[in-house]
């Protein structure tokens, strides 16, 4: 049996919130998966779906973060943590991967970034 939604009072849309927003285009995302469906199970269309993904991809993008304790770069430095530097490692969907010590400034790091996104 199909289920039907009403919607009463002066505005006829659903309202969607940004995190339900993001799981609809998350799970679009994954390996394998098809909009079409993913759209109909949300009962949306699919067109909702891409410009959703240019709306999160103008503003912000998506990323996955992995925070991790850093490695130790010599056996030296696995004794004494300290002296291990942070760094941000990022990769390029598998094209490229930078790891950027937090000692260089951020506009160092933000064009070395768009240079490699560029790719």
Do not use: H
């Amino acid at each position: 049996m199909a289920r039907v939604e009403v919607i009463s009072g002066p505005e006829r849309r659903r309202r969607w919130t940004e995190e339900q927003k993001r799981a609809i285009v998350a799970a679009s995302l994954e390996p394998g998966a098809i909009v079409a469906d993913v759209a109909r199970r949300a009962e949306i269309g699919a067109d909702q779906i891409y410009r959703w993904r240019q709306q999160f991809t103008r503003g912000d993008s998506f990323a996955q973060v992995l925070i991790a304790p850093p490695e130790p770069t010599s056996p030296n430095a696995a004794r004494n943590a300290t002296c291990v530097e942070p760094v941000i490692e990022v990769e390029f969907s598998g094209r490229a991967c930078v790891r950027i010590p937090a000692s260089i400034s951020p506009a160092l790091a933000a064009s070395i970034i768009r240079a490699l996104a560029r790719r």
